[in-house]
């Protein structure tokens, strides 16, 4: 936020961003955009919002979840209770361009915000709304909780070990990939108001964001009929072994098992070695060597082993330092965000100053915003000094300087006209395609012939014996056009550089260098088309000493202080395991964001440096905070968080039964108590249930133990407490919701994954399928067109 004493320049390409107090995932978002430079107001309640004063605290008495989610935004006093207040938020509605709202369906039409009710007042405003489960459904009434949606979303149930309960990720992840789905839609949905000048509403819901990050284990269970569970940190392929000052991940290609055994040996084995034996030589070995020796000496072979990074370490990193991950204190000794931009680019700007003071926004933004103002111009902006005496445009691809495509999904589709090239591969990078194709961009997926992207074939249990295509590749590439070029050859270059001269936006997530080598790096493409969106989904970035690292997500889980935060109390770090690899799945949904973002705002000529291991770090800000400026180690905490109390999942009758309880406010645990121990639990205080967490949890376990699962969700649900099952990826794929609102698609034969979040104004249609190899070559090359095949409806 900008301290009261600055001016905001008067820019016609800021967004004005109305937010109202809410969930992680509801300020993540505002976060998002107060970075990139926009006006994001926060409309808090008489005596602030709840993250100002929740413990744990900076020195000024502001929590430092607050001071790391609301920085750079302005604060105005809105009661949504009162006419006065619903008449100040409806006054800052007419004249803003976005809403950000976590409101529930109750306080949704208490305070006439309910979706029609918006598209009837607003027309021209876009919505974006964030909840636990969707805009209607009841259970939004309850905060959105990263618990209870990774719980219902099935994503919990790949966590963990298979013996112990199910976890949730530390931090708020779905909270926070959550967010970047918001942006998504949000950015979309202005892009459609470009063209059509109609507002809309994008219903973002917690559990199906886990549910859609989980979507590997529902292709195994509707394609293998398997049940898909968590897979720990100390058994199978990959497995997490302490090291002399902490803890290392072995993690490696399956053909890479003997250079393993040559890296631990000091030679490759005569002779196929047995994992079983070697498992125990191997944590022997670690245990004597520091996590960092690890690491270097297993990544100097191009073996893709991490270490669990803690924050501390973090802090003192060399990657991080050179890239100036970590911001230091303000000279005027205010709080500010302790990180940095999720992403790096030249051409964006990014803010991390102080949160605001309770109320200090208010008579700027009733000046700034005396005047209505909708579809202002967007000015397209570049890296420096590519685009000085641009006439502004109000049509985002417009921006782009192309001759015009012809629309996949129709016209009014949010990325009609745009057009991709796709070098990604495995999720990353080509689920990031994959997204933009959903909305309407023309995806040209560009493959070798003799090394296609390996998720093409990789196995799957049940899968078709005739069928050519993995089911894992199908999911990432539906929609997509496929060609095939050799880029080490000069003509495989040339038609390149020929296809993106007409491109809009590149994808890449190779390893750093490997485009260079094939002349498919930025600086060379941007010789050819100065307007290109490039982006990199690399695994640390461009540069920095460890840019060119080897990693798969689990590699990231480590590096970014992800796992350090993840796990059991009395353990050690966990992974999101290779069964989910979270960080390529919330950089999906960021990357694609991030490009929606700058094709709505003009922004070209641009090169969008994301390092995953970053990005996780990011969303951790808080936990960040709090160590630099206490020196405290977050360690692992179970499924406990700072949010509420209790917050835990719970054994129900039946083998692998749970149930997960959340009470964000002393209401809930007053209903919890008496439903599940009166006797020791009612009239408690609140500092009583956060000092006997131990004694509530044995009482509640107790409880649930006694019942079914379903008896136990409907009882608390009744009761007014936040609920949730744990359910499996086969529970999970028999559950309506998330068929009818389309976060998976098809059945056993067709099954792949849906749609993050839905539109009101726009429903995309069902992809094409996956293209074969080159399948689209003759009609791609001959026609620089590329008129894309139509989904079904």
Same mark, same amino acid.
């Given at each position: 936020?900008?301290?009261?004493?600055?001016?905001?320049?008067?820019?016609?390409?800021?967004?004005?961003?109305?937010?109202?107090?809410?969930?992680?995932?509801?300020?993540?978002?505002?976060?998002?955009?107060?970075?990139?430079?926009?006006?994001?107001?926060?409309?808090?309640?008489?005596?602030?919002?709840?993250?100002?004063?929740?413990?744990?605290?900076?020195?000024?008495?502001?929590?430092?979840?607050?001071?790391?989610?609301?920085?750079?935004?302005?604060?105005?006093?809105?009661?949504?209770?009162?006419?006065?207040?619903?008449?100040?938020?409806?006054?800052?509605?007419?004249?803003?361009?976005?809403?950000?709202?976590? @409101?529930?369906?109750?306080?949704?039409?208490?305070?006439?915000?309910?979706?029609?009710?918006?598209?009837?007042?607003?027309?021209?405003? *876009?919505?974006?709304?964030?909840?636990?489960?969707?805009?209607?459904?009841?259970?939004?009434?309850?905060?959105?909780?990263?618990?209870?949606?990774?719980?219902?979303?099935?994503?919990?149930?790949?966590?963990?070990?298979?013996?112990?309960?199910?976890?949730?990720?530390?931090?708020?992840?779905?909270?926070?990939?959550?967010?970047?789905?918001?942006?998504?839609?949000?950015?979309?949905?202005?892009?459609?108001?470009?063209?059509?000048?109609?507002?809309?509403?994008?219903?973002?819901?917690?559990?199906?964001?886990?549910?859609?990050?989980?979507?590997?284990?529902?292709?195994?269970?509707?394609?293998?009929?398997?049940?898909?569970?968590?897979?720990?940190?100390?058994?199978?392929?990959?497995?997490?072994?302490?090291?002399?000052?902490?803890?290392?991940?072995?993690?490696?290609?399956?053909?890479?098992?003997?250079?393993?055994?040559?890296?631990?040996?000091?030679?490759?084995?005569?002779?196929?070695? %047995?994992?079983?034996?070697?498992?125990?030589?191997?944590?022997?070995?670690?245990?004597?060597?520091?996590? &960092?020796?690890?690491?270097?000496?297993?990544?100097? +072979?191009?073996?893709?082993?991490?270490?669990?990074?803690?924050?501390? %370490?973090?802090?003192?990193?060399?990657?991080?330092?050179?890239?100036?991950?970590?911001?230091?204190?303000?000279?005027?000794?205010?709080?500010?965000?302790?990180?940095?931009?999720?992403?790096?680019?030249?051409?964006?700007?990014?803010?991390?100053?102080?949160?605001?003071?309770?109320?200090?926004?208010?008579?700027?933004?009733?000046?700034?915003?005396?005047?209505?103002? &909708?579809?202002?111009?967007?000015?397209?902006?570049?890296?420096?000094?590519?685009?000085?005496?641009?006439?502004?445009?109000?049509?985002?691809?417009?921006?782009? /300087?192309?001759?015009?495509?012809?629309?996949?999904?129709?016209?009014?589709?949010?990325?009609?006209?745009?057009?991709?090239?796709?070098?990604?591969?495995?999720?990353?990078?080509?689920?990031?395609?994959?997204? @933009?194709?959903?909305?309407?961009?023309?995806?040209?997926?560009?493959?070798?012939?003799?090394?296609?992207?390996?998720?093409?074939?990789?196995?799957?249990? /049940?899968?078709?014996?005739?069928?050519?295509?993995?089911?894992?590749?199908?999911?990432?590439?539906?929609?997509?056009?496929? *060609?095939?070029?050799?880029?080490?050859?000069?003509?495989?270059?040339?038609?390149?550089? &020929?296809?993106?001269?007409?491109?809009?936006? *590149?994808?890449?997530?190779?390893?750093?260098?490997?485009?260079?080598?094939?002349?498919?790096?930025?600086?060379?493409?941007?010789?050819?088309?100065?307007? +290109?969106?490039?982006?990199?989904?690399?695994?640390?970035?461009?540069?920095?000493?460890?840019?060119?690292?080897?990693?798969?997500?689990?590699?990231?889980?480590?590096?970014?202080?992800?796992?350090?935060?993840?796990?059991?109390?009395?353990?050690?770090?966990?992974?999101?395991?290779?069964?989910?690899?979270?960080?390529?799945?919330?950089?999906?949904?960021?990357?694609?964001?991030?490009?929606?973002?700058?094709?709505?705002?003009?922004?070209?000529?641009?090169?969008?440096?994301?390092?995953q291991r970053e990005l996780i770090s990011w969303t951790l800000a808080d936990r960040i905070a709090e160590h630099a400026a206490t020196g405290v180690l977050p360690a692992p905490t179970g499924n406990r968080r700072p949010a509420g109390t209790p917050h835990d999942v719970y054994p129900c009758a039946g083998d692998g039964q749970w149930v997960a309880v959340a009470c964000h406010g002393q209401a809930e645990r007053d209903a919890l108590a008496d439903l599940v121990a009166p006797g020791e639990l009612a009239g408690r205080s609140e500092e009583w249930w956060w000092e006997h967490e131990d004694l509530v949890d044995e009482l509640i376990g107790s409880w649930t133990r006694a019942r079914s699962r379903e008896e136990c969700v409907r009882a608390l649900t009744e009761a007014?407490?936040?609920?949730?099952?744990?359910?499996?990826?086969?529970?999970?794929?028999?559950?309506?919701?998330?068929?009818? &609102?389309?976060?998976?698609?098809?059945?056993?034969?067709?099954?792949?994954? /849906?749609?993050?979040?839905?539109?009101?104004?726009?429903?995309?249609?069902?992809?094409?399928?996956?293209?074969?190899?080159?399948?689209?070559?003759?009609?791609?090359?001959?026609?620089?067109?590329?008129?894309?095949?139509?989904?079904?409806?």
């Amino acid at each position: 936020m900008t301290p009261p004493h600055e001016e905001r320049a008067a820019d016609p390409g800021t967004l004005r961003v109305v937010e109202l107090s809410g969930g992680v995932a509801t300020k993540v978002c505002g976060r998002l955009l107060a970075g990139l430079g926009h006006d994001v107001v926060l409309c808090e309640p008489p005596g602030g919002d709840a993250l100002r004063t929740r413990a744990p605290l900076d020195e000024h008495g502001v929590g430092f979840a607050f001071s790391s989610l609301d920085a750079d935004k302005r604060s105005v006093v809105a009661d949504l209770d009162t006419p006065d207040g619903r008449t100040a938020l409806h006054h800052l509605l007419d004249r803003a361009d976005l809403l950000l709202t976590g @409101l529930g369906p109750d306080r949704a039409r208490a305070a006439g915000l309910t979706a029609p009710e918006i598209r009837d007042a607003w027309p021209g405003l *876009v919505a974006v709304s964030i909840t636990a489960a969707g805009l209607d459904d009841p259970r939004s009434d309850h905060p959105g909780d990263s618990l209870l949606a990774e719980c219902y979303g099935g994503l919990a149930s790949m966590i963990g070990e298979p013996d112990r309960p199910p976890l949730s990720l530390g931090g708020e992840q779905a909270a926070h990939a959550a967010a970047f789905a918001g942006l998504l839609g949000g950015m979309l949905a202005l892009s459609r108001r470009a063209r059509a000048g109609q507002g809309d509403v994008v219903d973002v819901a917690l559990c199906d964001v886990a549910a859609y990050i989980d979507w590997k284990s529902d292709i195994e269970s509707a394609v293998a009929g398997t049940a898909p569970t968590r897979t720990g940190a100390t058994a199978g392929q990959w497995r997490i072994v302490r090291a002399a000052d902490g803890w290392a991940g072995v993690i490696f290609a399956p053909e890479q098992w003997d250079l393993l055994i040559e890296l631990v040996n000091g030679s490759a084995p005569a002779v196929p070695a %047995d994992p079983e034996r070697w498992w125990p030589v191997i944590e022997r070995w670690a245990a004597r060597l520091p996590k &960092r020796t690890i690491y270097e000496r297993a990544q100097a +072979l191009g073996l893709a082993v991490g270490f669990s990074a803690d924050l501390g %370490d973090l802090r003192a990193d060399g990657q991080y330092r050179s890239r100036g991950f970590f911001r230091g204190p303000r000279q005027d000794g205010r709080t500010s965000a302790p990180v940095g931009p999720p992403a790096h680019a030249a051409g964006l700007p990014w803010r991390a100053g102080p949160p605001p003071a309770l109320g200090d926004g208010a008579p700027a933004a009733a000046q700034e915003w005396e005047h209505p103002r &909708r579809q202002a111009p967007v000015r397209c902006t570049s890296a420096p000094a590519l685009h000085e005496g641009t006439t502004p445009h109000t049509d985002p691809v417009a921006c782009g /300087g192309t001759a015009p495509l012809t629309p996949r999904n129709g016209a009014d589709a949010p990325l009609a006209g745009v057009t991709v090239l796709d070098l990604g591969t495995i999720t990353a990078g080509a689920a990031t395609g994959r997204l @933009l194709a959903d909305y309407g961009a023309t995806v040209i997926k560009v493959e070798s012939a003799s090394h296609p992207d390996p998720f093409r074939h990789w196995p799957v249990a /049940g899968q078709a014996p005739d069928t050519d295509v993995s089911p894992m590749f199908e999911s990432n590439n539906a929609g997509k056009l496929g *060609v095939v070029l050799d880029l080490k050859t000069g003509a495989g270059r040339e038609t390149l550089h &020929r296809l993106a001269a007409r491109a809009d936006v *590149v994808i890449e997530n190779f390893t750093v260098g490997v485009t260079k080598r094939l002349g498919a790096d930025f600086e060379t493409l941007r010789a050819v088309n100065p307007r +290109l969106v490039y982006l990199s989904l690399s695994s640390q970035g461009q540069d920095g000493p460890e840019a060119g690292r080897r990693s798969y997500g689990s590699t990231l889980d480590l590096l970014s202080g992800l796992a350090s935060v993840t796990g059991y109390p009395d353990g050690g770090p966990m992974w999101s395991s290779g069964e989910v690899n979270y960080p390529d799945q919330a950089a999906s949904l960021f990357g694609a964001a991030l490009v929606a973002y700058c094709l709505e705002r003009g922004v070209r000529g641009v090169h969008l440096d994301v390092s995953q291991r970053e990005l996780i770090s990011w969303t951790l800000a808080d936990r960040i905070a709090e160590h630099a400026a206490t020196g405290v180690l977050p360690a692992p905490t179970g499924n406990r968080r700072p949010a509420g109390t209790p917050h835990d999942v719970y054994p129900c009758a039946g083998d692998g039964q749970w149930v997960a309880v959340a009470c964000h406010g002393q209401a809930e645990r007053d209903a919890l108590a008496d439903l599940v121990a009166p006797g020791e639990l009612a009239g408690r205080s609140e500092e009583w249930w956060w000092e006997h967490e131990d004694l509530v949890d044995e009482l509640i376990g107790s409880w649930t133990r006694a019942r079914s699962r379903e008896e136990c969700v409907r009882a608390l649900t009744e009761a007014g407490v936040a609920a949730a099952p744990v359910l499996s990826a086969a529970e999970r794929g028999r559950e309506p919701r998330f068929g009818e &609102r389309r976060v998976f698609l098809g059945d056993r034969g067709s099954r792949r994954k /849906g749609f993050p979040f839905t539109m009101r104004g726009y429903a995309p249609p069902d992809p094409a399928p996956a293209p074969a190899l080159g399948q689209d070559q003759e009609a791609v090359l001959a026609d620089l067109s590329f008129t894309g095949r139509k989904g079904s409806s």
